[in-house]
T-cell receptor, first 112, second 111 residues
Framework: DAKTTQPPSMDCAEGRAANLPCNHS???????VYWYRQIHSQGPQYIIH???NNETNEMASLIITEDRKSSTLILPHATLRDTAVYYC?????????????FGSGTRLLVRP | DTAVSQTPKYLVTQMGNDKSIKCEQN?????MYWYKQDSKKFLKIMFS???????INETVPNRFSPKSPDKAHLNLHINSLELGDSAVYFC??????????FGSGTRLTVV
């Protein structure tokens, strides 16, 4: 089962910041938080990941609370092409590998 | 150049048939995966191979058999197809402890 909960849908205006919340209250100390998005029916696309520090890359910023029980993905200037389903995922460690368990995600609609 | 490529992109077949979906990655990754996305859009992991060795095998009917001839390929063979197998199947690859790269998916329709 997914270890994350997200709102089913959100919307924001084009050019504004989109802030997507995620709860992961059962996360373990060495488990990473990953964010992916899926545009229409394409393959999921990696956005960003982090452990406990805030992270930023060319696509987004990831803010993780100090207790690591929740995080927020920030798209600083949303465009129409950012309309997609966004998945917050806790990476589950296995003996020799790990796996990403996807939840139901947040459907983000960017309005013109 | 496509990093993770799947063939075919679309597959329509009758119940009871046997079919295969092929996946190849040119990223030099050690681990490959198959995910299934059903009509409700849930993405569920099915299998994972690391250097041709099966490391994840979720609760999947044994009609599904993954085959990895080398670490750049992970094919999915499905026997005796059923209506409920209709879904989009995604292949992915990763290096150990790194991000996944997904293919563009294979839409399987069983009629």
């Amino acid at each position: 089962d997914a270890k994350t909960t997200q709102p089913p849908s959100m919307d924001c205006a084009e050019g504004r910041a989109a802030n997507l919340p995620c709860n992961h209250s059962t996360i373990s100390g060495n488990e990473y938080v990953y964010w992916y998005r899926q545009i229409h029916s394409q393959g999921p696309q990696y956005i960003i990941h982090g452990l406990k520090n805030n992270e930023t890359n060319e696509m987004a910023s990831l803010i993780i609370t100090e207790d690591r029980k929740s995080s927020t993905l920030i798209l600083p200037h949303a465009t129409l092409r950012d309309t997609a389903v966004y998945y917050c995922i806790v990476r589950v460690s296995l003996d020799s590998s790990y796996k990403l368990i996807f939840g139901s995600g947040t459907r983000l609609l960017v309005r013109p | 150049d496509t990093a993770v490529s799947q063939t075919p992109k679309y597959l329509v077949t009758q119940m009871g048939n046997d079919k295969s979906i092929k996946c190849e990655q040119n990223l030099g990754h050690d681990t490959m995966y198959w995910y299934k996305q059903d009509s409700k859009k849930f993405l569920k992991i099915m299998f994972s191979y690391n250097n041709k060795e099966l490391i994840i095998n979720e609760t999947v009917p044994n009609r599904f058999s993954p085959k990895s001839p080398d670490k750049a390929h992970l094919n999915l063979h499905i026997n005796s197809l059923e209506l409920g197998d209709s879904a989009v199947y995604f292949c992915a690859s990763s290096q150990v402890q790194s991000r996944y790269t997904f293919g563009s998916g294979t839409r399987l329709t069983v009629v």
